[in-house]
């Protein structure tokens, strides 16, 4: 008995034996090596859009002009009937008795390039100093306020998502001379309930240097309370006509945007806001009571995203 254990325990292990000497010998094919070509793909190319010419501050050639420094026939009064903001020597100017105005075309994605400038003249403090405001869709406000040497609360400042997030850093140029934002938009994708899929998201950069990195936009802006979600489509972009009594601003040369594909937009106002050469998120505490520390356009932060 101990004998035929002894004699099936040894065959086993011969045949276990000869199963890995053969499986030892098989011959697998070698792993193809690495070449550069097989990372790379070539399709689709991106189309081509010759940029504006900086000497005569022209606007991208894939860019929508808002403003061509003569008239405002891109825009409507948010009352309704044609915009009657003050237009001269290539400048557009608030008028405050007037309203706010919106842009006729409607948009999603997109990339704003705007220029604006605060009269040299400026009086007033705090949210009563310069104050304007551009809506993204008409429902989002990047906020647009004189914040040199003017203190005010940090989620209101210039740059802010108004009374959500503040900026990086306050980059305002005095007044008197011209502002430059480039804003980059994602509009919110939402559910069937209503209740965002993907939250909008902004980029927004002052004078070349980054106020707001893909910042998530929480909802709807409210001057009264808290963000509120609300299911849109397609919005225009609406300039306010603050109604604070410091001068108003103004806005010059030709607006013009580009859609972006998620699609890309851009604006390209000046004149107090003016078109021109047109997202690590720093989160800037609501407790925090310092404002952001002023920085020049030659500063290291910069030089990011230019």
């Given at each position: 008995?101990?004998?035929?254990?002894?004699?099936?325990t040894?065959?086993?292990?011969?045949?276990?034996?000869?199963?890995?000497?053969?499986?030892?010998?098989?011959?697998?094919?070698?792993?193809?090596?690495?070449?550069p070509g097989?990372?790379?793909?070539?399709?689709?190319?991106?189309?081509?859009?010759?940029?504006?010419?900086?000497?005569?501050?022209?606007?991208?050639?894939?860019?929508?002009?808002?403003?061509?420094?003569?008239?405002?026939?891109?825009?409507?009064?948010?009352?309704?009937?044609?915009?009657?903001?003050?237009?001269?020597?290539?400048?557009?100017?608030?008028?405050?008795?007037?309203?706010?105005?919106?842009?006729?075309?409607?948009?999603?994605?997109?990339?704003?390039?705007?220029?604006?400038?605060?009269?040299?003249n400026?009086?007033?403090?705090?949210q009563?100093?310069?104050?304007?405001?551009?809506?993204?869709?008409?429902?989002?406000?990047?906020?647009?306020?004189?914040?040199?040497?003017?203190?005010t609360?940090?989620?209101?400042?210039t740059?802010?998502?108004?009374?959500?997030?503040?900026?990086?850093?306050?980059?305002?140029?005095?007044?008197?001379?011209?502002?430059?934002?480039?804003?980059?938009?994602s509009?919110?994708?939402?559910k069937?309930?209503?209740?965002?899929?993907?939250?909008?998201?902004?980029t927004?950069?002052?004078?070349g240097?980054?106020?707001?990195?893909?910042?998530?936009?929480?909802?709807?802006?409210?001057?009264?309370?808290?963000?509120?979600?609300?299911k849109?489509?397609?919005?225009?972009?609406?300039?306010?006509?603050?109604?604070?009594?410091?001068?108003?601003?103004?806005?010059?040369?030709?607006?013009?945007?580009?859609?972006?594909?998620r699609?890309?937009?851009?604006?390209?106002?000046?004149?107090?806001?003016?078109?021109?050469?047109v997202?690590?998120?720093?989160?800037?505490?609501?407790?925090q009571?310092k404002?952001?520390?002023?920085?020049?356009?030659?500063?290291?932060?910069a030089?990011?995203?230019?």
């Amino acid at each position: 008995m101990n004998k035929s254990i002894t004699m099936k325990t040894a065959l086993a292990a011969l045949a276990c034996t000869v199963c890995i000497s053969a499986s030892a010998q098989k011959q697998y094919p070698e792993q193809e090596k690495m070449k550069p070509g097989m990372s790379e793909y070539w399709t689709p190319q991106p189309k081509v859009v010759t940029p504006g010419d900086i000497k005569t501050n022209s606007a991208p050639s894939d860019a929508i002009v808002l403003f061509d420094g003569k008239d405002l026939s891109a825009w409507q009064s948010a009352k309704g009937g044609p915009a009657e903001w003050i237009v001269k020597d290539g400048v557009f100017t608030v008028d405050k008795k007037k309203g706010d105005i919106l842009t006729k075309q409607k948009f999603e994605n997109f990339q704003l390039h705007i220029e604006w400038c605060v009269p040299e003249n400026i009086t007033g403090t705090s949210q009563g100093r310069g104050n304007s405001g551009i809506f993204l869709q008409d429902m989002y406000e990047i906020q647009v306020l004189d914040c040199y040497n003017n203190e005010t609360y940090v989620n209101g400042q210039t740059g802010s998502v108004y009374k959500q997030t503040p900026p990086l850093a306050n980059a305002m140029r005095k007044p008197g001379e011209w502002n430059v934002y480039d804003i980059i938009y994602s509009a919110p994708i939402f559910k069937e309930d209503g209740t965002y899929r993907v939250p909008p998201r902004v980029t927004v950069i002052q004078n070349g240097i980054v106020l707001q990195n893909n910042t998530t936009i929480l909802g709807t802006t409210e001057y009264i309370g808290f963000p509120k979600v609300v299911k849109h489509g397609a919005g225009p972009i609406r300039l306010q006509s603050h109604g604070d009594p410091s001068e108003p601003i103004s806005f010059r040369a030709y607006a013009s945007v580009s859609a972006i594909s998620r699609t890309r937009t851009m604006t390209w106002p000046t004149g107090c806001f003016r078109p021109s050469r047109v997202r690590t998120r720093r989160i800037w505490s609501l407790s925090q009571k310092k404002p952001p520390t002023p920085l020049s356009a030659t500063s290291p932060r910069a030089l990011i995203a230019r």
